[in-house]
């Protein structure tokens, strides 16, 4: 092994040990170890920025100004209220409801957005049935997560899975992932339920008061949210279709952001560029930076050889370990970094001749994306909901949240392995 | 100290109960046009970062039911009379 690759790991270990501390913002930590990497000679500057996936950060960015500026419009809350209605205002039946909301959220919206978007809502609710609201809240983050596991804009996983793989089209995530990410949900939901239902208990009165909310005066602009439901609509239309019109979901994104600008005019313009998370687009620049240094000094491939002896090369075993490991790491550490150093890992074992990387490639999101749910720590959904809840009175501790979630991913990664293995390993 | 409060009754109607911890407002407004005097309200609470602050929820007929939390209490008034929903204002 050569030196620049010893300082290159080197680099690459302090970076993530101040990431996995969150001691300093990981934004400043990851760009900081990405700055390290070209001042110390691993990587040209020019090469350095070959390798930010910007299609990455143009679907990111493009998908946060839509959810903005739609935002804006009340359309969340109606849609919420809506749905409590529809369930007559039954606490456990509300529960069920907001989860599948979440989780539809999550499969189009980034699950930060879908829970900074359903907490707010929840509390309203639960307050009104003068219900707790953490088994609402709990489900959520469980519901962002496995949705934003079911197609590729639901979760950065899967954002940077599309973007570096060709073949793993919006398509190709609806078809190999929706299916089995929303049964999981089901599974996870009805167990929920079951833990939760004598906590979910409350008046007549207070259900005939939900009952009558009218929740089409929670619609604030019209005009906005008709002009909001185009640009999503085309957007949408615009992810199933963007592998038969070859062009990348970043353009979609950016093209339904950009339409949805120029029917507002620009008084959202600046609103909406606040509510970019521009720490978020940072942190991803400084990975990708940082995993390049791993990349262009070989790092990446002696890590992708070692697997392949570890396994002997069989597919299977590549996979299931794939599986697990991913779960495991990402209910600790943030599967974003974990997956920016999979990816090139993967696509070397490709090489090293393990000829089908379809089950490999399913099995990192599906472990990236679910694993996030095994502790408070594995995804950001799970620290913004939990700090919310904190903040109004409501504690939602690691280890509350670790005794029901922690079992529930175990079954999800259970049920995983066995669709791995009947869908692409026999 | 809590605040107390007169309102003109031809275009307002308020009412409130204690509710544990909570006060709970009935509110319905007589004159439409104070509908986004309400709203006004409501914005200046949704804008802070607080969640369970004042909570907001809309009835058929210009109905509102706001459920504030006791230590909001005051500011909610004051906000109401800033908006011209309230008369007059005054320490208890």
Redesign the interface.
């Known amino acids: 092994m050569s030196t620049q690759a010893i300082i290159a790991i080197g680099v690459f270990l302090i970076t993530y040990a101040f990431i996995v501390t969150e001691k300093i913002h990981r934004t400043i930590i990851a760009m900081a170890g990405g700055i390290m990497m070209v001042l110390l000679g691993i990587i040209g500057q020019e090469k350095a920025l070959h390798h930010i996936d910007f299609n990455t950060l143009g679907l990111l960015t493009g998908m946060m100004i839509i959810v903005a500026i739609t935002s804006e419009t009340g359309l969340f809350k109606y849609i919420a209220i809506w749905a409590a209605k529809k369930v007559k205002g039954e606490p456990l039946k509300i529960l069920i409801a907001l989860g599948i909301l979440t989780a539809l959220g999550s499969a189009f919206l980034d699950n930060v957005t879908t829970v900074l978007l359903m907490?707010?809502v929840t509390?309203?609710i639960t307050?009104?049935l003068r219900v707790n609201p953490i088994p609402f809240l709990i489900t959520e983050i469980l519901a962002s997560n496995i949705g934003g596991t079911s197609t590729l804009i639901g979760d950065p996983p899967n954002i940077m899975l599309g973007s570096a793989v060709k073949e793993l089209t919006f398509m190709a995530f609806i078809n190999n992932l929706t299916a089995i990410s929303f049964f999981i949900l089901f599974v996870n939901i009805a167990i929920l339920a079951v833990i939760y239902r004598k906590q979910l208990r409350t008046s007549e009165e207070l259900k005939a008061?939900l009952m009558?909310?009218?929740e089409k005066?929670?619609i604030?602009d019209k005009s906005l949210l008709v002009k909001s439901l185009i640009a999503l609509s085309f957007t949408i239309i615009g992810f199933f279709l963007h592998q038969l019109l070859h062009i990348e979901s970043a353009t979609v994104a950016l093209a339904g952001a950009f339409l949805l600008l120029l029917l507002t005019g620009e008084k959202y313009l600046d609103k909406a560029f606040d509510k970019v998370e521009w720490t978020t687009i940072f942190f991803f620049i400084g990975l990708f930076v940082l995993v390049s240094g791993l990349i262009e000094t070989g790092v990446i491939s002696l890590l992708a050889d070692y697997s392949v002896h570890l396994t002997g090369g069989d597919v299977t075993s590549t996979s299931i370990l794939i599986l697990w490991v991913s779960a495991i790491a990402s209910a600790f550490i943030d599967n974003i970094p974990f997956v920016a150093t999979m990816i090139p890992m993967i696509k070397d074992m490709g090489e090293l001749g393990i000829h089908n990387l379809e089950p490999l490639w399913w099995s990192l999101s599906l472990g990236a994306c679910l694993g996030g749910n095994g502790t408070l720590i594995g995804a950001s959904a799970n620290v913004i909901v939990a700090g919310?809840a904190a903040?109004?009175?409501y504690s939602i501790t690691f280890g509350k949240f670790l005794l029901i979630a922690f079992p529930l991913m175990i079954l999800s990664i259970f049920i995983c392995t066995i669709y791995i293995y009947l869908r692409y390993l026999i | 100290m809590k605040v107390k409060y007169k309102y003109d009754e031809k275009i307002i109607e308020l009412k409130e109960t204690a509710n544990g911890n909570?006060i709970e407002f009935s509110i319905k407004l007589i004159d439409s046009e104070l509908k986004k005097n309400l709203?006004q309200v409501r914005d200046y609470f949704e804008e802070n970062?607080?969640?369970?602050d004042i909570?907001f929820?809309?009835?058929?007929n210009k109905q509102y039911?706001v459920?504030a939390r006791s230590d909001f209490y005051n500011e909610f008034i004051i906000q109401l009379f800033r908006q011209q929903l309230l008369k007059e204002i005054v320490w208890g």
């Not at chain 2, 929820?57 to 058929?60: A, F, K, L």
């Open positions: 907490v707010p509390f309203s307050r009104q008061s009558d909310l009218d005066e929670e604030t919310l903040k109004e009175g | 909570d709203r970062k607080i969640l369970t909570q929820y809309i009835h058929p039911q459920i």
